[in-house]
């Protein structure tokens, strides 16, 4: 059955509303009294009321401000003047009027007009054709993208392009294309191949014409542009994006992080006071998510909402020790301010003192913020000359929570005042994405897979179309990522960060705050068809540069006889201990403890790489388990046998963490095998 809705229509409106100048009694409404009778208004007193014409109840109580309202139905107010009229009364017709969701549709509404402030944004006329529909059999409409007069549609299983404002026509003449004038919407062209843009719109990345996104459903990343599909995973890395993509979770999980005992305050009001961690522990906490007290979400007595985390206030440079620079003299024992140093002057420490009023020690008891080790700072009070050296700083974290009261939230947690010993997690419903960017410094387009299906697992890559291939891994796991003019970021944690900053020094591969260790592997496959004895290992490149693993292919499966019970399967390979890089591997030959940076006193040796004509050579000593049959084995024998090894190479923690390191050529000797 049809639904009728009535468009109402009125013939009068609000004219004005005037204060009155001095005083006097209320103005009444015109053409009526004033109704001097008494009546309670809202309870609280005895007040003079308007009659209940013209808006309803017409309550309105005095007040200071004796505001004039008035209703009007001629035009201007004038005395005969035209009066208002009812007009048509509107219907609008529907045959239901319940909600649909047209995934794979697009609609339009009114036109905004900039220049005439005409804006009918909110007007979707169901008597005008306003919609265009794509084949619902392709999956959700999931990102729209503008491109030239065009719009570029990804579906989950297809993507086309759709003129606006024009359709294509041909003409007879040979087939000429001539372009016809249309409302928004015009003619469909699907891109040739079955490919979308699954359920991942944030895969979706942008350089001039090409456009890179991921295809979860097929296990495919692909490049559109003036070509076509060219589907990118294939280059090298077909098996690998298959079976990752395939793992991501496309089903809402939640996910409770890391659990830590504090102890829980109340305050009077009955609401969660901020808690205080010492170091800086909760910068893995993610922002909005639902507080866990002993395993269960935290709600509101009153509301049942949950109290989520809002914020994260991290001070930093809080001072935790200081050493004596100088005693001074005249000091009193007890609580005495300092100054300067690079820090906001707050510092506070407890001295004590010797007969002359000497330091002797010195406790903080006010830690301050913003102070470096090595801050020399002046000790106030009664004496002079006393200095104290900062010693250690630390870091402090306040999470602060939406104002809820969980005064007895739940009975099986008791909440005093003074606070008691609980365990406190986060929780957030997390989905696995495929996050997707153009790194304009790199020239390259970075993708970021991140399962989520019960694990932390993740993988973000680059692919470079100078290389046609996928050339790094990073450690990096962003929540977006994209460029900006000459500049590659991205956001974590509610915080967006610069990569490849130059300004600050020693910060390479330091992503979030956490510094990792940069890698790189290798296949040694010189004549693939000799067994071959691998000697040393060298490399060209800079210092710093560590070997941590050299192995050969496998020999084969070999059936167990000899192990008790019999049975089973093995297989045997070749390897190698770590060769430690050049610096980290060297010591003192005179005090052999004195390794690294310690060793300072020459003459010096060296257990890992050793620099010769500024290459970098090791012997490669055997690390292997016996087998059965060997003689001599392990590091007994030099070198490791093969057809081919493969070696992976990592920068150091001694050797200037963060700082530049290249590395050019790697090489390895070996000798042909004697059976």
């Not at 990804?154 to 404002?165: D, G, M, R, T, Y």
């Not at 507080?291 to 809080?318: A, C, E, H, M, W």
């Not at 291939?469 to 994209?482: I, L, N, T």
Request: with cysteine; proline share 4%; glycine share 10%.
């Amino acid at each position: 059955m049809a639904y009728a809705l009535p468009v109402k229509y009125y013939n009068s409106f609000l004219l004005k509303k005037v204060q009155k100048s001095g005083g006097g009694d209320p103005f009444t409404w015109p053409g009526l009294p004033w109704n001097p009778a008494k009546s309670a208004y809202d309870g609280s007193a005895l007040t003079p009321v308007y009659p209940t014409f013209p808006f309803g109840g017409g309550t309105f109580k005095t007040s200071p401000n004796l505001n004039w309202y008035l209703e009007e139905a001629r035009i201007k107010g004038g005395f005969n003047n035209t009066s208002v009229d009812f007009g048509v009364r509107a219907y609008a017709v529907e045959e239901t009027n319940a909600q649909t969701n047209n995934q794979s549709s697009l609609i339009y509404s009114g036109v905004l007009n900039n220049a005439t402030g005409f804006n009918a944004t909110n007007v979707f006329s169901i008597g005008e054709s306003i919609t265009k529909g794509f084949n619902p059999a392709d999956g959700s409409i999931q990102k729209l993208h503008a491109m030239d007069t065009n719009v570029v549609v990804f579906q989950e299983s297809k993507v086309n392009k759709i003129l606006i404002n024009k359709n294509t026509v041909y003409s007879g003449d040979q087939g000429a294309q001539e372009t016809a004038l249309i409302r928004v919407f015009g003619q469909i062209y699907p891109y040739v191949g079955a490919y979308g843009i699954s359920k991942n719109p944030e895969s979706f990345a942008i350089f001039g014409n090409r456009k890179y996104f991921a295809d979860q459903n097929q296990g495919l990343v692909l490049r559109l542009s003036n070509d076509g599909f060219t589907p990118i995973s294939s280059y090298g890395m077909r098996d690998y994006f298959r079976d990752t993509l395939a793992t991501v979770s496309t089903n809402y999980r939640e996910v409770l992080t890391e659990a830590q005992a504090i102890n829980l305050v109340i305050n009077a009001d009955g609401d969660l006071t901020p808690i205080v961690f010492e170091e800086d522990k909760s910068c893995s906490y993610p922002l909005g998510s639902i507080v866990y007290i002993n395993g269960l979400p935290v709600q509101d007595v009153k509301t049942g909402s949950f109290v989520y985390l809002t914020s994260i206030t991290t001070i930093t440079g809080r001072v935790d020790t200081t050493t004596i620079t100088t005693a001074g003299s005249g000091y009193t024992a007890g609580l005495n301010p300092t100054t300067g140093g690079s820090g906001d002057g707050n510092l506070e420490v407890t001295i004590g003192v010797d007969g002359a009023g000497g330091i002797t020690s010195a406790t903080v008891t006010t830690p301050g913020s913003g102070y470096q080790v090595g801050d020399v700072v002046t000790v106030g009070g009664t004496g002079t000359l006393g200095t104290l050296t900062v010693s250690a700083v630390s870091v402090l974290s306040s999470l602060n929570f939406s104002e809820q009261n969980v005064q007895a939230w739940n009975p099986s947690i008791s909440y005093p005042t003074v606070g008691t010993a609980v365990t406190l997690g986060f929780g957030t419903k997390e989905i696995g994405r495929i996050f997707g960017g153009w790194d304009i410094h790199d020239n390259s387009y970075a993708i970021s897979i991140q399962s989520n299906n019960g694990t932390t697992n993740y993988a973000t890559l680059t692919y470079s179309e100078s290389s046609r291939g996928w050339v790094s891994r990073h450690s990096y796991k962003p929540q977006f990522m994209d460029s900006m003019r000459d500049k590659f970021y991205s956001t974590n944690q509610g915080s967006i960060w610069q990569h490849y900053d130059n300004v600050t020094v020693n910060n390479r591969t330091n992503y979030y705050g956490v510094r990792y260790d940069a890698s790189i592997e290798f296949v040694l496959n010189q004549s693939p068809s000799l067994t071959k004895n691998f000697l040393t290992l060298g490399y060209e490149g800079s210092n710093g540069w560590q070997a941590d693993f050299f192995k050969s292919d496998f020999e084969g499966f070999n059936y167990e006889y000899y192990t008790t019970p019999v049975g089973g399967y093995i297989q045997n390979q070749d390897t190698t201990a770590l060769i430690l890089s050049n610096l980290k591997g060297r010591y003192e030959i005179n005090t052999p403890a004195n390794t690294g940076t310690s060793a300072v006193t020459p003459p010096f040796a060296y257990a890992g790489f050793a620099r010769k004509e500024n290459r970098y050579v090791a012997n490669l000593i055997n690390n292997s388990t016996a087998r059965e049959g060997e003689v001599i084995f392990g590091s007994s024998m030099s070198g490791i046998k093969g057809y081919y090894s493969t070696v992976q190479l990592s920068t150091d923690d001694t050797t200037e963490p963060g700082g530049e390191k290249e590395l050019f050529l790697v090489s390895s000797t070996f000798s042909v095998s004697s059976y």
